[in-house]
């Protein structure tokens, strides 16, 4: 897993620069700090994802959990995410969501809302 800081300030639609598309390999994540938020950048199937890093029941580190068929486990307690909608796949549970953040991809650069 490769980690980057950006300290950029975002573009008037409230999107922060990010990370090149190229950086971001299929079925691995990339991890980054935006607007002090640690967040993670993965691509699925062709499509480019960002969610929070960390699991959103205990804190665990979802950048060392296993990410598999769109779906990022949590290394702690073994919760599942969907990585599109941030739904709780297992246990079934509706209290926890993973946040998941807007981006935009144009000329080869991702840029991503972080508020």
């Known amino acids: 897993m490769k980690s980057r800081k950006t ?3 975002p573009d008037e639609e409230g999107y922060y620069p990010a990370i090149q598309v190229a950086e ?5 994540t ?14 699925f199937e062709g499509e480019y994802f960002v969610f929070s890093a ?3 029941h205990a804190a665990g580190d979802l950048a060392a959990g296993q990410l598999y068929k769109g779906r990022i486990d949590c290394p702690d307690h ?3 995410f969907d990585i599109r909608s941030g ?6 549970d509706e209290t926890y969501c993973l946040k998941t953040y807007p ?6 650069k991702m840029r991503i809302f972080v508020s």
Do not use: H
């Open 30 to 43: 990339v991890r980054l700090a935006i607007n002090g938020q640690a967040i993670l950048v993965t691509k």
């Open 24 to 28: 971001v390999t299929e079925n691995s």
């Open 7 to 9: 300290e950029q300030q």
């Open 54 to 56: 960390f699991c959103p």
């Open 103 to 108: 981006l935009k991809v144009s000329e080869g």
């Open 78 to 80: 073994a919760y599942q």
């Open 87 to 92: 739904r709780t796949l297992w246990p079934p």
